[in-house]
């Protein structure tokens, strides 16, 4: 998050010394004049996956009027993740607070020297980092798309059977109860995670993935009073090489935990060291659960092809630098349910490929896409060294910087900042990183001539 907070000030330094040229209007198009109608029946879609990409999708399919058809092969699974979420995620999707086990108001990051900055002094009386376990909003997400009419399928899909003209259906082949099954279906959205079998069955292309590595441990009552309402992220080529570790609060335990692309045979030494690091304030816990799993590190090449669509996990949506994809997800899944029903005008005629690019991929990039372009260009800059990480955690501890970074990150949008608060930014960030270089060089010869 602090790594993200960046992006979103050079955005918006970028935006105010420029102006933004206006987009021309895009021609209407009706779904109709093209896309036959479906008589007798509604549009068929299979959502493969059920996190928050895979429900969010199936609750607006549902919702508007698709017949529904959510596949999770293990609901009770959850995926290893930080589980910070923004604030505005709690409105938008409608989330009752009793989900949320900590309101994090307090975020210290963690430099390779262990110089420690307290980011969060900005945060309003009332503004909080949401913190819960993916278990939990996992169900929640699945259990409101069944109320919104989905039918959810408790089974492991093997195989997705292409169809052989325009008109022809998708087949699912899945496993259930033991027993093997197939379901016909005019549109499919793969939410299956970063191992995407439906992404596979498209010819969606290879990306570059990191390994997240996560111990849940339950700490003595008085340490975890210490996490009661904070989290820390650590910085250091001993915990990563090329993201950071993380200690997050949840319910009656923390989140310890590391990832790495460059380095994933060595997950566990990062993780070691992420457990030494923070040594002093989980020592005495007890482990009570370990997960492993990929995280992508880019959008795939093919986001859609014929009627499949990919979204979350799936699809790449994970940002650099922060690696956050929860909200992304549920945002993804839910503009590509919405999407489709735009499209089928409520489920009443098929849909084409030309119509999920149009009215989900499209709309996606043109919002999101400059948000990963800029923070894999700072994930270069500030995770590729140790003095790169000193810069980045020593600019972490401007005021200005963690206003318009908290406000970005909890609201999803852009904040408007002081232009001479922010030449001033960027200066700072060049001198920063200069200055660190240099000290990194000079305590490297220091080291070596003792």
């Not at 939990?136 to 169809?163: C, H, M, N, Q």
């Not at 001993?238 to 993380?246: E, G, K, M």
């Not at 270069?380 to 990150?409: H, I, P």
Request: aromatic share 8%.
């Amino acid at each position: 998050m602090a790594s993200q907070s960046l992006h979103h000030h050079f955005a918006s330094l970028r935006l105010r010394t420029r102006q933004p040229l206006k987009p021309s209007p895009r021609p209407l198009t009706v779904a109709a004049s093209k896309n036959p109608p479906l008589p007798g029946r509604k549009l068929r879609a299979a959502v493969i996956g059920g996190g928050p990409a895979g429900s969010s999708a199936a609750e607006s399919l549902a919702s508007g009027g698709v017949e529904t058809f959510l596949f999770e092969r293990s609901p009770s699974s959850a995926k290893p993740c930080g589980g910070a979420i923004p604030l505005c995620m709690l409105d938008e999707f409608d989330l009752p607070h009793s989900l949320v086990d900590r309101h994090v108001t307090e975020m210290r990051v963690i430099s390779p020297s262990n110089i420690t900055v307290d980011f969060g002094k900005t945060l309003r009386p009332h503004e909080f980092i949401a913190m819960l376990r993916r278990e939990v909003l996992d169900s929640f997400l699945r259990s409101r798309a069944e109320s919104r009419g989905a039918e959810l399928i408790t089974g492991l899909v093997t195989d997705l059977e292409l169809p052989r003209s325009s008109s022809s259906p998708y087949v699912v082949h899945y496993t259930s109860g033991g027993s093997k099954r197939s379901l016909a279906v005019d549109v499919v959205v793969g939410a299956d995670g970063a191992n995407s079998r439906v992404a596979k069955s498209i010819g969606a292309g290879e990306y570059s993935y990191a390994i997240a590595f996560q111990e849940r441990i339950r700490l003595p009552d008085e340490k975890m009073k210490y996490y009661e309402n904070l989290a820390e992220m650590y910085l250091g080529d001993d915990v990563s090489p090329d993201f950071y570790a993380w200690v997050f609060p949840k319910c009656d335990h923390v989140a310890v935990g590391t990832g790495t692309v460059r380095s994933k045979r060595e997950i566990k030494a990062y993780q070691r060291g992420i457990r030494e690091r923070a040594r002093p304030k989980i020592e005495g816990g007890q482990v009570i659960k370990v997960e492993a799993h990929p995280i992508p590190e880019h959008p795939r090449p093919v986001r859609v092809r014929g009627r499949v669509a990919l979204v979350g996990d799936a699809a790449g949506y994970v940002t650099k630098c922060s690696g956050e994809g929860i909200y992304f997800a549920a945002k993804s899944g839910r503009m590509c349910g919405e999407g489709i029903v735009k499209a089928s005008e409520g489920g009443a005629r098929m849909v084409g490929e030309e119509d999920l690019r149009r009215e989900y991929l499209r709309q996606w990039d043109d919002r999101y896409v400059s948000t990963y372009r800029v923070l894999d260009l700072l994930e270069k800059v500030f995770y590729g060294s140790n003095w790169g990480r000193e810069a980045m955690v020593e600019l972490c501890g401007g005021e200005y910087v963690q206003r318009v970074s908290l406000e970005s990150y909890m609201y999803k949008r852009l904040v408007e900042g002081d232009r001479w608060e922010g030449v001033k930014m960027a200066a700072s960030t060049v001198a920063t990183l200069v200055r660190c270089k240099i000290m990194s060089g000079e305590m490297g010869r220091l080291k070596a001539i003792a």
